[in-house]
């Protein structure tokens, strides 16, 4: 899950993440558990049947909580931030405006000796995770085009 930059211009920032692979490969699991469980053919104890219904619905859970569809506008027209989610079957919009962004930096989480990242946005009400969860890489390219942005003086273009 990654962050991208698909426009920088004086008026927006605009930053997506389509873990569509992700999604597509959970979907394809649950979609294989539940054939499984449902087929005429299937032969299975009632006891495999629950767990590959309970696996299925796993999957879906996963491709629901880590792998939302994400949109975020930095605009200075309107000075908000808007974060667009979207997530298997639901849609959310969060505003922030920008004069509340105070930093932008990565948080880190230590797990199993195993350092993973996210970015987040200091604001004067708190922490604002720009990402749902923690991977293992870091967004320093993202980290700098958010910063250069809100950083930068009216009129520079990019080149």
Not at 50 to 79: E, K, T, Y
């Amino acid at each position: 899950m990654t962050l991208e930059v698909v426009e920088s211009s004086d008026r927006q920032l605009v930053l997506r993440d389509r873990p569509i692979l992700v999604v597509l490969a959970l979907l394809a699991g649950a979609a294989a558990c539940l054939y499984a469980v449902l087929a005429p053919e299937a032969d299975q104890t009632a006891t495999i049947s629950v767990f590959l219904a309970l696996l299925a619905l796993a999957m879906l859970g996963a491709a629901w909580w880590f792998a939302p569809w994400q949109r975020i506008v930095f605009d200075r027209a309107s000075g908000m931030m808007e974060h667009h989610v979207h997530r298997l079957g639901r849609a959310s919009l969060h505003r922030l405006p920008l004069g509340a962004i105070r930093k932008i930096r990565h948080d880190s989480d230590l797990n199993d000796n195993s350092r993973t990242y996210r970015l987040v946005l200091e604001t004067e009400d708190g922490i604002w995770p720009l990402t749902s969860i923690y991977t293992g890489g870091r967004h320093d390219e993202t980290e700098e085009a958010i910063r250069d942005w809100l950083t930068r003086p009216i009129g520079d273009r990019q080149a």
